[in-house]
């Protein structure tokens, strides 16, 4: 079973930027898709960006512009770029490999992230 353990959030203002981590353990990580995900108070996780074994992304369109994927097989990590952030942008956010409309791992705990003046 693959752990994941996601930082780097924290407390931003808005127009702000935050680079999230996901680390994965296990040795295979590289064949799998991997994906962003948030759930903010009250509302459904959602994927918010995704990145295939190949390097093709996905954006929801809340944050096509504003956010970047990427990832790093050597060392097991997905990233998140996210710039330009909005209020609405507050949620925990959770790395996960997306599977159709399901995921294949365990949730981690998740990293807050707070966009507020």
């Known amino acids: 079973q693959v752990q994941l353990v996601e930082s780097g959030g924290g407390l931003v203002q808005p127009g702000g930027s935050l680079t999230l981590s996901c680390a994965a353990s296990?040795?295979?990580?590289?064949?799998?898709?991997m994906g962003w995900y948030r759930q903010a108070p009250g509302k459904q996780r959602e994927l918010v960006a995704s990145?295939?074994?190949?390097?093709?992304?996905y954006y929801a369109d809340s944050v096509k512009g504003r956010f970047t994927i990427s990832r790093d097989n050597a060392k097991n990590t997905v990233y998140l770029q996210m710039n330009s952030l909005k209020p609405e942008d507050t949620a925990v956010y959770y790395c996960?490999?997306?599977?159709?409309?399901?995921?294949?791992?365990?949730w981690g705990q998740g990293t807050q992230v707070t966009v507020s003046s």
């Open positions: 990145i295939t074994s190949g390097g093709s992304t």
């Open positions: 296990g040795s295979i990580f590289s064949f799998y898709a």
């Open positions: 996960n490999a997306p599977s159709g409309r399901f995921v294949i791992w365990t």
